[in-house]
């Protein structure tokens, strides 16, 4: 089954918006700020807003968590 990405979405969309990162080559990439390794690509980002739980109930270690969202940087998903 392929999934459809659609556009951002939140449950309670407190604010909507679009955003952008223009990677600075002569900085730290967002791999390295993040700590994910270079092979995976990072297609989204998810911020916290502050809520001291997180979707499945479990108390969050900071609300304001970001968390990234990736596939391999081959674009060839693991078969399950």
Do not use: C, F
Request: hydrophobic letters at 35%; glycine letters at 12%; a negative charge.
């Amino acid at each position: 089954m392929d999934y459809v990405w659609g556009d951002a979405s939140v449950t309670y969309p407190d604010w909507q918006g679009t955003m952008q990162i223009d990677q600075i080559m002569t900085r730290r990439s967002l791999n390295e700020i993040t700590g994910i390794p270079d092979r995976w690509a990072i297609i989204g980002l998810d911020w916290g807003g502050g809520e001291e739980l997180d979707h499945s109930g479990r108390k969050r270690l900071n609300p304001h968590e970001m968390s990234a969202i990736v596939v391999p940087a081959t674009g060839i998903l693991p078969s399950r």
